[in-house]
């Protein structure tokens, strides 16, 4: 079965830097578009970037232009997100999802519906 953990979250100072990782199963990262999104308490979820499944395309959002850094490495079959120069505003629990990518964001993979549980960021002022 299909299972997406992450890691790699935990407490920084902002101006500090994370890298999350999304360890896949059960599949290739390389045959499937990965996305990361994150939602804070009260707040919606929102799209932060994704990688094509041919790893030619990738999407940042304007939030994360500049900062954050997506990749992959399919001998892990781990899909990373550097973060840096977090800013308090950036505080959220991130999660992975099988997506389909384009350069104007993630969209749904034909109804696959393949989340982790997620991993909390807190940025510190």
């Known amino acids: 079965e299909v299972q997406l953990v992450e890691s790699g979250g935990g407490l920084v100072q902002a101006g500090g830097s994370l890298r999350l990782a999304c360890a896949a199963s059960?599949?290739?990262?390389?045959?499937?578009?990965i996305g990361w999104f994150r939602q804070a308490p009260g707040k919606e979820r929102e799209d932060v970037s994704c990688?094509?499944?041919?790893?030619?395309?990738?999407y940042y959002a304007d939030s994360a232009k500049g900062r954050f850094t997506i990749s992959s490495d399919n001998a892990k079959n781990t899909v990373y997100l550097q973060l840096n120069s977090l800013k308090p505003e950036d505080t959220a629990v991130y999660y992975c999802?099988?997506?389909?990518?384009?350069?104007?964001?993630?969209?749904?993979?034909?109804?696959?519906?393949?989340w982790g549980k997620g991993t909390l960021v807190t940025v510190s002022s």
């Open positions: 999802a099988v997506v389909g990518c384009s350069s104007s964001g993630p969209y749904p993979n034909y109804g696959l519906n393949y």
């Open positions: 059960g599949f290739s990262v390389g045959d499937y578009g």
């Open positions: 990688l094509s499944s041919s790893n030619d395309r990738t």
